[in-house]
């Protein structure tokens, strides 16, 4: 079983809706929560970045993580067909340690 | 800046066939990764490289050898193809092994393998 769980979709929305991406973690002793955007035949890209517990917003996206659950989310407010993506979901114990990454969710936005 | 870049895109190796899939980025940074990505598994750490100098074993390092030939270089090498090994190789580096920001990971285009 992976260290981090997240349902890999396909996940389709109209444009314009909220988008809700979850995952689930194992270890308690992850700190640094991370969500990757992978464009169709790229390289993953840093979207956001959490330390702990809490939540952090950054223009139409925002990061949750709820510790005591071990539950991490994205929202998409607005979302756009520019969106469509695979989103992974990561963890990691501390800096200086290896990103556990989640199978990733794959995202359409239609217009 | 180009980031990281890998070499070759694309790739097809027969069963047993010798290749090593070039890594090299310009941001200076201490740390670098080789991922594998498959379908239904997501990535998977293969290898890492903390510093220049030192390399360490990730989730699924068998069958791969690696070379940190200096602090820009960081190669993967498949000694025996397997068509076990057909997959999108992922080079990555980040600031600090230790540090605060080796979460922050920056991916190349990627490699795809592809093993008869």
């Known amino acids: 079983q992976k260290e981090v769980e997240q349902d890999p979709g396909p996940l389709s929305v109209p444009e314009g809706a909220i988008v809700s991406l979850n995952c689930t973690y194992s270890?308690?002793?992850?700190?640094?929560f991370m969500w990757y955007r992978q464009y169709s035949r790229k390289g993953p890209e840093l979207l956001m970045y959490?330390?702990?517990?809490g939540n952090k917003e950054d223009g139409r996206f925002t990061a949750q993580v709820d510790k005591s659950s071990k539950y991490i989310s994205l929202f998409i407010r607005d979302s756009q067909p520019s969106d469509s993506a695979t989103y992974l979901c990561?963890?990691?114990?501390?800096?200086?340690?290896?990103?556990?990454f989640g199978k990733g969710t794959s995202l359409l936005v239609t217009p | 800046n180009a980031g990281v870049t890998q070499t070759p895109k694309f790739q097809v190796l027969k069963t047993g066939q010798s290749m090593t899939l070039q890594c090299a980025q310009d941001?200076?940074?201490?740390?670098m990764y080789w991922y594998r990505q498959d379908p239904g598994m997501g990535l998977r750490l293969i290898y890492y490289?903390?510093?220049?100098?030192?390399?360490d074993k990730g989730e699924v390092p068998n069958g791969y050898n690696v070379s940190r030939l200096n602090k820009r270089e960081f190669s993967l090498r498949l000694e025996s193809a397997a068509p076990s090994q057909t997959s999108v190789y992922f080079c990555?580096?980040?600031?600090?092994?230790?540090?605060?920001?080796?979460?922050?990971?920056?991916f190349g285009p990627g490699t795809r393998l592809t093993v008869t």
């Open positions: 990561a963890t990691s114990r501390n800096s200086g340690y290896a990103l556990n």
């Open positions: 270890n308690s002793a992850f700190q640094y």
């Open positions: 959490t330390y702990s517990s």
């Open positions: 941001m200076n940074h201490n740390s």
């Open positions: 490289s903390a510093s220049e100098g030192t390399t």
């Open positions: 990555a580096s980040s600031e600090l092994a230790g540090g605060l920001l080796t979460y922050e990971q920056y």
